[in-house]
């Protein structure tokens, strides 16, 4: 169904939604989804780094004699 829209189609539906949600409403969801997605890029990134010092305090506890019987 989503398929069949077309430009013409995305035209008059971003019409509609300018002359029901007015210009003011549109940019200020637009800024709270910008912020939005900037908090989750963030979060992201905070998690990496959190992973990678993880990686980095591990520390093998393997008895020697059962490392070679991989």
Do not use: H, Y
Not at 5 to 16: D, K, M, R, T
Not at 18 to 33: A, D, H, P, Q, T
Not at 34 to 60: N, Q, R, W
């Amino acid at each position: 169904m989503l398929n069949n829209i077309g430009l013409p189609g995305l035209l008059l539906i971003a019409v509609v939604v300018l002359v029901l949600f007015g210009r003011g409403k549109i940019s200020g969801l637009m800024g709270e989804v910008g912020k939005g997605i900037t908090a989750f890029k963030k979060g992201v990134d905070d998690s990496s780094k959190e992973l990678d010092e993880a990686d980095v305090a591990l520390k093998d506890v393997t008895p020697e004699d059962e490392k070679d019987k991989v």
